[in-house]
T-cell receptor, first 117, second 116 residues
Framework: AQTVTQSQPEMSVQEAETVTLSCTYD???????LFWYKQPPSRQMILVIR??????QNATENRFSVNFQKAAKSFSLKISDSQLGDTAMYFC??????????????FGTGTRLKVLA | NAGVMQNPRHLVRRRGQEARLRCSPM?????VYWYRQLPEEGLKFMVY????????ESGMPKERFSAEFPKEGPSILRIQQVVRGDSAAYFC??????????????FGPGTRLTVL
């Protein structure tokens, strides 16, 4: 069975600084997807970034980038130039890839990030 | 194009009552997923449905919980004889389905169930 571990329950960062959130996972699959989701106080789940395991290049989305280490089963999220609006819970998630389609996210327990003014 | 809609947003029930949670997928989406988020935890998969079919209910408790996605109308997650431990946020997600590598899921705003 797949598992996702986020070992940092809470983190804080000064506005405009950079912060890295950690995530490790365990799987015997070779093809899969990894995600970071943001959940602000509104509780809406917002996709931040997605990484496909067969791609070696790390995904980036504006101020958000990942460090994907497939052999180490590590998938960290770096937020550059942190903004107050980045304050939220961040969830790392795993999804197996099926030839007929994918489904069933497996989420970590989350990291609560607070950006300080 | 409206996003995934869930109603009600907040639901309060007394122990022993029934809770019905509704999810309308995005237009053109035929796949629906239900997840539960207990306080201070991540979302956990409950069930995956396509129109009129349950594909995977491996995350659903064996008793009191059921889900359906009829040919017409929203998907319904039904919890009978609720207990305090059922208090949680229930999220629905939908996807278009397809034969490609990846089928992106879009989440609704969730229904927060409180059992008194």
């Amino acid at each position: 069975a797949q598992t996702v571990t986020q070992s940092q329950p809470e983190m804080s960062v000064q506005e405009a600084e950079t912060v890295t959130l950690s995530c490790t996972y365990d799987t015997s699959e070779n093809n899969y997807y990894l995600f970071w989701y943001k959940q602000p106080p509104s509780r809406q789940m917002i996709l931040v970034i997605r990484q496909e395991a067969y791609k070696q290049q790390n995904a980036t989305e504006n101020r958000f980038s990942v460090n994907f280490q497939k052999a180490a089963k590590s998938f960290s999220l770096k937020i550059s130039d942190s903004q107050l609006g980045d304050t939220a819970m961040y969830f790392c998630a795993f999804m197996k890839s099926f030839t007929s389609g994918t489904y069933k996210y497996i989420f970590g327990t989350g990291t609560r990030l607070k950006v300080l003014a | 194009n409206a996003g995934v809609m869930q109603n009600p947003r907040h639901l309060v029930r007394r122990r022993g009552q029934e809770a019905r949670l509704r999810c309308s997928p995005m237009k053109g989406h035929s796949h629906v997923y239900w997840y539960r988020q207990l306080p201070e935890e991540g979302l956990k998969f409950m069930v995956y449905l396509q129109k009129e079919n349950i594909i995977d209910e491996s995350g659903m408790p064996k008793e009191r919980f059921s889900a359906e996605f009829p040919k017409e109308g929203p998907s319904i997650l039904r919890i009978q004889q609720v207990v305090r431990g059922d208090s949680a946020a229930y999220f629905c997600a939908s996807s278009p389905g397809g034969t490609g590598r990846y089928d992106e899921q879009f989440f609704g705003p969730g229904t927060r169930l409180t059992v008194l």
